[in-house]
């Protein structure tokens, strides 16, 4: 690229600094050993606030747009960002750095795990660890929900029921469910105004 | 069919990948379905298990796939599994980057983000829905993850504090 002040998008990059390979990899690397429960909050500081790579509302951007797409957001987030600024190489090495250490340390778990799993203390402990998880995956339905159904009408509620109840109680596969709401519910948002 | 684990594998993650609208969390019904109901690889309460591990685990909550994998087919399965994941969303994320910021003001960009909004929620409420079904076998449980949802919505709480005060009461209670 000729133009060094600028992304391969064209839009000028306002933040300070442009991360080299090796940085991309290690900024990953810490994102993904301290992001328990969700990496996203210490993607945000590690990007933003410590190494100004990307203003705030750059970054909301390219994390609306990872979660937009479909598969894991924060495995999208990182080959979004490490192409915009080192190409296939950065989202490569941003994407190792963030998936390496994580399966290192769940593979040992999962070793300990087919040791230790019938132990009954073990067990009792994982089965409160995954109430608690299904307990918090509710919040997280409920603050996502919160804003959908104050609004006037809309087509976003039963369009939610429908998937919920295609999935959970009818059992229908992910990709039956999806092809048959998506585009209704896109149509919906496309005719609303 | 083909009757090779690790084509399986990787066949059934790489087709969820591109349908998972929300990420990790909108896809664990689908794993459930596909590891406990259809191929029998393990129980509810294994998935259980894994999905606590994955939980706690440092790193993308996705890597519950990783477990999956392990479980069936050992290092390599966990190989697959995990490039099965990844690996197609990431190439769509990667062509995408490219180009999406030229689509800013249009329609049909707008459209479409709006409109997977309702259903990715509605995926991610049927996970909860699946985790609870397979994390609660008694009322020690449900309770556990009644309470759990009320702290988790009413404040911001680091959640490993919430999973530490999880496993100490199935660890002391009744589950």
Redesign the interface.
């Known amino acids: 690229m000729s133009d060094s002040t600028r992304s391969h998008t064209g839009t000028p990059l306002s933040a300070a600094a442009r991360p080299s390979l090796s940085e991309l990899f290690r900024a990953f690397v810490i994102v993904s050993v301290s992001g328990f429960g969700g990496a996203l909050p210490w993607a945000r500081r590690k990007i933003v606030d410590q190494k100004r790579w990307m203003t705030s509302q750059e970054f909301n951007e390219a994390f609306a747009l990872s979660q937009f797409l479909p598969g894991p957001n924060v495995v999208n987030f990182s080959v979004v960002f490490g192409s915009r600024f080192g190409g296939a190489p950065g989202a490569a090495v941003a994407l190792a750095g963030l998936m390496g250490p994580p399966l290192i340390i769940v593979i040992v778990l999962a070793i300990l795990y087919s040791r230790f799993g019938d132990v009954e203390a073990l067990s009792r402990i994982l089965t409160g660890i995954a109430a608690a998880a299904a307990g918090l995956l509710i919040a997280v339905v409920a603050k996502m929900a919160a804003p959908m159904f104050v609004k006037r009408w809309n087509s976003g509620p039963v369009i939610a029921i429908a998937a919920f109840i295609g999935v959970a109680i009818l059992h229908w596969p992910l990709p039956w469910v999806f092809v048959g709401l998506a585009p209704v519910s896109i149509a919906f948002a496309w005719f609303k105004r | 069919m083909n009757d090779s684990p690790l084509l399986t594998l990787a066949g059934y993650f790489a ?11 909108a ?1 664990i ?2 794993m459930h ?1 596909i590891a406990v ?1 259809v191929m029998h690889w393990m129980n509810d ?2 998935f ?16 519950i796939v ?2 999956i994998g ?2 069936v087919a050992g ?1 390599a399965g ?1 190989a697959v599994a ?1 490039g099965a ?2 690996g ?3 190439l ?3 062509f ?7 689509f800013k003001e249009a ?2 960009r ?10 990715s ?12 079904r ?4 008694n009322i020690y ?2 309770t ?10 009413a404040t911001r709480i ?3 504090w ?2 530490a ?7 002391s ?1 009744r ?1």
């Open positions: 087709l969820l990948s591109l349908f998972a609208v929300g990420g990790a969390n896809a019904p689908e379905r109901d309460r294994q259980a298990d894994m999905f606590a591990i994955a939980q706690v685990s440092p790193g993308p909550n996705i890597i990783t477990l392990n479980h290092f966990a995990t994941m990844c197609p969303t990431c769509v994320a990667f995408v980057a490219r180009t999406w910021d030229r329609r049909w707008m459209a479409m983000q709006a409109g997977l909004v309702p259903v929620l509605g995926l991610i409420g049927a996970s909860a829905f699946v985790l609870a397979s994390a609660d076998h449980a449900a556990i993850t009644a309470v759990t949802a009320l702290v988790g919505f680091n959640p490993l919430i999973f005060a999880g496993g100490l009461l199935g660890l209670g589950l």
